[in-house]
């Protein structure tokens, strides 16, 4: 065999291995950072080695630092497992090694990924017209949609910010809420604007905007070019905002709407829990991620932008505006070269089809309420949050009593939760966001929170 033979057996035998035990591994790595920048460290040896054995080499030193997120009792953050044909794809992906921003050279992989927006797109309830810009994250995307919708708001203010810059320029207002995720404000520094500029709309204890807050905001600027930035799907408690209120009130006043559903506006692929996103249709722009909800490897989200002319604005390379014809996936985000990271979407898609997506959006909820009616009969665990979808946020007793709790659970390996302040109190928050999890791993991980809670009882 040749070298590149042996090392790809080495890799998929090294793969194979890690998921065939990764429900058995402690969720959380026993090994920190230390440990690992040592097993990895020492000086750059002066002659290479074998390509096999590099592979066999790098398996084996990664093993204890690795964390168990493919398995069924990871939970924390937001963040998904990776549907077998999703993670075959992104193999192959890597084989082609096709450099995918121009629709021109690299037609294979860019009509995959046209079509995967698009399948996208119908999935969500967005118009099929939209762009679908494949960028890395719900980060990422958040960051093109604010800068396609300010290229907008100060075009229809008689401003070209691609000639003009910001200097100078009128006012931009962006209204966001209370509980947006912090990639928003992050998004929102890349584009100039700055943490003292936002204007921040008071949420209910679940982190839904109020509507009578945003109407008194958008009255209060009346007249200056604005951005309303709603939310579907909060990170702690899974809220949407009331969007089919909200969205027409942003509109009276000619706001631009942005909506970050980097995993919630996948309820809309539910028939069961499409009411959620009501109204999303008719917002400007949307963030989503597909390596969340749709369980497809990192390096995947989506920035969806309702006229494309506004994301070509924003990011086109040439000078020509005419480049929009071709709509070139360069133009709908910040990169040139980067790989063809739509590619595992299209091959999740196509596995799920309609209704295995529908199916995975469903489990992930049901595997939700189970875990939160599990969780409330045990003695001394609150459970804070109303789980409209896939977050289930928990408390004990007092702050010091949920932080030991977080930490045994860590220590303890069944499932990994993670903490976090939710009202000025500490929280455990728990994802519903693996394909993997099975109704046993959600009685195993209340089975351990039981467990450690009862140790900890004053
Ligand atoms: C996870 C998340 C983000 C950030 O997504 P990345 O893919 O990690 O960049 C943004 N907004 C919301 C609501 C999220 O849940």
């Known amino acids: 065999m040749d070298d590149r033979t042996r090392a790809l057996a080495a890799a998929h035998r090294a793969a194979q291995e890690f998921l ?4 058995e591994r402690p969720v959380w790595p026993r090994a920190g950072l230390d440990e690992m920048l040592t097993a990895f460290g020492g000086e750059l040896p002066e002659e290479g080695a074998d390509a096999a054995a590099v592979i066999d080499e790098l ?3 990664a093993s204890p630092g690795l964390v168990a997120i493919p398995g069924g009792r990871f939970f924390g953050f937001v963040i998904g497992a990776t549907l077998p044909a999703a993670l075959a794809a992104d193999w192959l992906v890597s084989a082609w090694d096709q450099n995918s921003g121009s629709s021109t050279m690299t037609t294979a992989t860019v009509a995959a990924e046209r079509v995967a927006g698009r399948w996208i797109c119908d999935l969500l309830g967005l118009p099929a017209s939209s762009a679908v810009g494949f960028v890395t994250g719900a980060q990422m995307s958040n960051f093109v949609c604010l800068a396609a919708a300010q ?6 203010a008689g401003w070209d910010l691609t000639r003009r810059g910001l200097r100078g320029a009128p006012p931009v207002r962006l209204i966001v809420g209370g509980d947006r995720h912090g990639s928003i404000d992050r998004a929102a520094r890349f584009c100039g604007i700055g943490a003292d500029e936002l204007v921040v709309v008071a949420a209910d204890d679940q982190g839904r905007m109020l509507p009578a807050e945003l109407e008194a905001a958008l009255h209060a600027g009346e007249g200056t070019a604005t951005i309303v930035c709603l939310q579907a799907g909060e990170v702690h408690t899974g809220a949407f905002d009331p969007i089919a209120r909200l969205v027409p009130l942003a509109k009276e006043h000619d706001a631009w709407v942005h909506i970050d559903g980097a995993f919630g506006l996948w309820a809309a692929a539910s028939p069961s829990l499409r009411h959620l996103t009501a109204g999303a249709a008719d917002a400007d722009s949307w963030t989503t991620d597909a390596h969340k909800t749709l369980n497809v490897p990192y390096d995947c989200g989506m920035a969806i932008v309702r006229d494309p002319a506004d994301a070509v604005a924003a990011f086109r390379t040439g000078g020509d505006y005419l480049m929009y014809a071709s709509l070139d996936p360069w133009d709908l985000g910040p990169e040139l070269s980067r790989r063809a990271r739509g590619v595992p979407a299209w091959a999740a898609l196509r596995s799920l089809g309609r209704s295995g997506v529908a199916r995975l959006v469903d489990r992930l909820h049901a595997n939700a309420r ?7 009969a045990v003695d001394g665990v609150q459970v804070v949050s109303e789980v409209p979808f896939t977050q289930v946020m928990l408390r004990l007793w007092d702050d010091d009593a949920t932080r030991a709790l977080g930490d045994a659970i860590l220590a303890d390996g069944t499932a990994a939760l993670t903490g976090a302040q939710w009202r000025g109190r500490a929280v455990l928050r728990c994802s519903m966001s693996s394909w993997a999890t099975t109704e046993s791993d ?5 089975a351990a929170i039981a467990r450690l ?5 004053p």
């Not at 290229?151 to 229809?156: N, P, Q, S, T, Y």
């Not at 959600?442 to 209340?446: G, M, N």
């Open 453 to 457: 809670t009862a140790r900890l009882t």
């Open 59 to 61: 398996a084996e030193r």
């Open 442 to 446: 959600i009685d195993a991980t209340v």
């Open 20 to 23: 065939d035990t990764v429900d």
């Open 151 to 156: 290229h907008a708001v100060l075009r229809r």
């Open 370 to 376: 189970r875990l939160e009616a599990r969780l409330r």
